[in-house]
Structures are given as C-alpha cells and as structure tokens.
C-alpha cells in the first residue's frame, strides 16, 4: 500500500472532483434550459466589444455575387408582333464580395445607426467569361426617357423622337458586362439628361448609366441603417435615411421595418419572416416552406411566396406595393426607388410569377432549384444556414405614340439581368450552431453522464474510506495483540474478534 499521506491527497481530490462532477451535473439537468436560453440572450446583442459584433461588422463568411445576363439575340424582329423576344442566358460573371459596416453611431435608446460598404472584385476563374464580353440588350436609358416624357404635346414628343433618331437610333445597345454592371457606360442621352434638366427626373442623375455604376466602394449607397441592438428588436430596422417611412410607397407599405437580414428574432415559428430591403425599398416578407436538414441541423426554410410576390389578390396587405396600376403577381414595381426608371423587379425567369410573363418572350425557363429565393433558420437561435437571394431586373416596354423607335414595340417585362447571391453556414460555425441547436438532447446526456461519474467517484473514495477505516483498526488491534497472538487467518478465532471490538469500543468512545 502507498503511504498515507498520498492515500489521502488522493481520495481528496476524487472526493472534490466527484462532488463537483455531482453538483453541477445535478444542476446542468435542473438549469440548463434557463443557463442556456441566459447564454444565446447574451450573445444576441450589439455591443462595441462583444464578438457578435466583429461578426456582424466584418462577416468572416466569403460573399460571391454572381450575375447572369439575357442576350437578345433577335432586336430586329421587335417589331415585328409575330415573333417574340429571344434570350439566350450568359452567365454567371462572378464577383466576391466584401462587406463592412461603417460609421457607427450607438445611440441611448438601445439602438445603432451605421452605414455598409460594399466592394466587388472580378473572380474570373468562377465566371463563364470575362467583363469585356459584350451582351446585346434593351437600350434601357432611351427607355426609361421616353416613359418618362409620354404624356407631353404631340410637338414636342416629335422633338425628342427627332433627337432620338439622330444619336441613339436603336431600340437595342451592345455593351460589355463591365459597362452594365459598373464601370456604366456613356450614353447619348444621359449626356443631353445632364444638358437639360427638364429631363433628367425620367434618367438617373449620373454621367454614365449602367446597373450598379458608383455602387463599388460606396458606403453612401445603401443607405444609413439604425437598428435595434438588443432584446425584441435585435437587429430590427428601425429607420432608414433616418426616415421610419419611405417615400416610395404608400400607407403599410412605406413602413420601414423588419430585419436587416442579419439577425432575425430566436425561437421562430413557422408562418414567416421579413427583412428590409434597400435594393427594393420595402420591406419583403418571406413564407414558411418546410423543416430541412442542412449539416445535421434542422432549419426551417422561408421562401418567396404569396408574400412577397403576390399582388393584393392573395394578400390584401400588397395592394400599396402596385404603386398605382397593380400587374399580374410576380413582378414588383421598383420605379420610385431606382429614380423613376420603368424597373421591374421578379424572381430570375419569372420563377413563381404568373406565366403571363414567361410566355411573352422566349429562352426563360424557371426552375425551383435555381430560381428561388429563400432563406433557412435555425429555429431557436435563427442564425442562418442557408441564404440565396435571387433577384433579376426587367425593364417595362411600352408602346410610346409620336416617339418613332417606340411606337411599335410590344408591352412587355423585359428581362435585363438577373443575380444571386448564396452562402452556406461554413464548416468553422456549423459545429457550434449543431450544439446550441441539439442541445435538448446534449444537456440532459452531459449532466447525466456528469451526475453518474460524480456518483461513482464519490463511492469510489467512500470505499476507499472504509477500507482505509477497516485496515487502520485492523492495525491498531494487530498492535495491541501482537504480543499476546499474531492476528493471521490461521489463528483466526470469533472470539478473539469480540474481544477486538470491545477493545475498539474503548478506543473510539
Ligand atoms: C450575345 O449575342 C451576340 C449575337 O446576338 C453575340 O455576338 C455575342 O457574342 C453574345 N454574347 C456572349 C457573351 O456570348
Ligand atoms: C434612437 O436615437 C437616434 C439618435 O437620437 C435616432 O436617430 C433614432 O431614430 C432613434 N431610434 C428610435 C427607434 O427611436
Ligand atoms: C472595385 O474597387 C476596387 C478598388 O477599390 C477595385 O480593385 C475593383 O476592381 C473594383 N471592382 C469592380 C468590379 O470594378
Ligand atoms: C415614425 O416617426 C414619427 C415621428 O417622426 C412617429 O410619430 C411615428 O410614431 C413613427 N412610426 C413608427 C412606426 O415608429
Ligand atoms: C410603377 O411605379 C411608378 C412610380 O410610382 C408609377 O408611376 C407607375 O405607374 C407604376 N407602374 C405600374 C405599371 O404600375
Ligand atoms: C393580380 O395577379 C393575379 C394573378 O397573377 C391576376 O390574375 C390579376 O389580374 C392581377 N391583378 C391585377 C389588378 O392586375
């Protein structure tokens, strides 16, 4: 047997240790629902110094945009009202994506105002080409300019369409993907837009025109954010260019409200989701689909449904998003938010939308797979697995009377372009939202396992103890003894044994 002292040290420790394993696996079980819910709480708030922040100001997940375009492959036939539009989609022309937020104000009522850079480079090697390729399409700035002056007198109609014929007689441009997303090219008419002011409302006010022209690098253009940074409104947008209503749209509609599409309220229920969109100046709800599985964590999945696309049939609640004149469901009118341009906003192929829109041209072919727009939730946390928003932009065609090059063109939802963006919960985060995500299943096995080795630690030493008790009078008895009878098995004899206790009975009274 090892000494005494280290006997004890040993049964010391295993004693701590089994108390400890005891009591706190006694109180993972009784608390961990409260500990736990006390745990994500904390982690859901906004501070300067907390490590949600510096995720939330700097997302260390990559970011990709990838665009696909619509090549008219047919210009000449417009007008033509037997033949349809044809497309022919190029793409995707991949650029990654780095987002920042900037300029943070913390404000004393539990809210933050900031601002969100965003700077785009070219990934070549993920693009089916390069940004020099060129891509016929509708000549969107002629367009826009001549929606935007329908309603004059007949002279001067013929006046613009005159200055039409001369510098930009087409109804279709050629330009290069850099050119329409943002580099912007120059155009004829932005050029005499910029001359003469009258009729710059109907052209974005710049001197190029083009998609996301002046959107690299700007912190400006998305906006100045004030969001709620703890509690019910984590995350919540509570104004926008410090407005909490736009001018946009009317009534309901104008309300700037929901997520800023980072954080969304914990313990979600399956009816649906919104977020605040400044690409589209509304706020966008999206539905519950389904419960889905990614990487072993059960999701929820919202997707774009009724509620975002519908146009005040299905969802009265819509109405005050037609802006006037409602069209079929599945086509959102951003012209208020993108400077007065006849812009359409649909999911990419007119995925969802009424067929109406499909069937006027020809070459879209919507696909669940890769047209929808959806979003998937941890329900508990609601920190996202899965995101894809797909958007595509179309340009409203219209017949324009004394206006030459429009007076012929058929009505339609042009498709431009449309973009993606996706990302998927990386491997270094899924773990940790796998745990808080089952951890009704991992906090009753970890503190049973803990109570159980505790338990058995603490039996362990109390053996110990008795045995250590027992050898000890064992000892002191053989002391006594020795003299009179060695105390060996062989000389074992019941009454001796009696005479043992009773000389114990002496000793420990
Ligand atoms: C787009 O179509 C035109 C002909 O209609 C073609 O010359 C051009 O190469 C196409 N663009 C791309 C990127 O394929
Ligand atoms: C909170 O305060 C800031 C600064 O005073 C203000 O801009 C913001 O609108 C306020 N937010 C709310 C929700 O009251
Ligand atoms: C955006 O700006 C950065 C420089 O700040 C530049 O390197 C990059 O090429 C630009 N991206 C595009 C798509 O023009
Ligand atoms: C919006 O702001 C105005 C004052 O600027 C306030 O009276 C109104 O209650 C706010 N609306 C909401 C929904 O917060
Ligand atoms: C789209 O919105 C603009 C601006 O609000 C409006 O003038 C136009 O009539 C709307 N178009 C349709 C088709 O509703
Ligand atoms: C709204 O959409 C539905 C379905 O696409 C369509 O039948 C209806 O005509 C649309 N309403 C208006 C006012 O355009």
Redo the contacts with the bound molecule.
Sequence with gaps: MRPLSQRFARNACFGLLGTLLFTSGVLVLLLWSWLFDILIASMLVLKPDSQTFDLWRKPPIPLALDFY?F???NPEEINDPSKKPRF?E?GPYRFRELREKVNFIWNQNDTVTYQQLRRWNFDEENSV?RVT????TLNAVTMSAAHHIKDWNYFLKRGFSHTLAAVSPDVHIIRTVGELLFDGYDDPLVDIASTFPFLSAGIPSFDKFGWFYTRNNSYTFDGIFNIGTANGDFGQVKSWNYENETKFYSGECAKVHGSAAEFYPRNLERDYIGFFSPDMCRYVKLDYEKDTTIKGINGYKFSAQAGMLDNGTLRPENECYCNGECVPSGMLNVSSCRYGTPAFVSLPHFYGADPIYVNMVEGLHPEKERHETFITLEPKTAAPLEVSVRLQLNIRTLPVDSITLYEEIPEIFFPMLWFEQSVRLPNSLSWGIWIVANANIICPIVGSVMTILGTSLLAYVTGQLVTEAIHQRKQKIHKLYKEEVPLTQSTYDPTMFKRKLSYLDIIYS
């Excluded at 390729?133 to 016929?136: A, G, K, L, P, W």
């Design positions: 375009f090549n008219w492959t022919v190029i080409g390729d060129s891509i016929t």
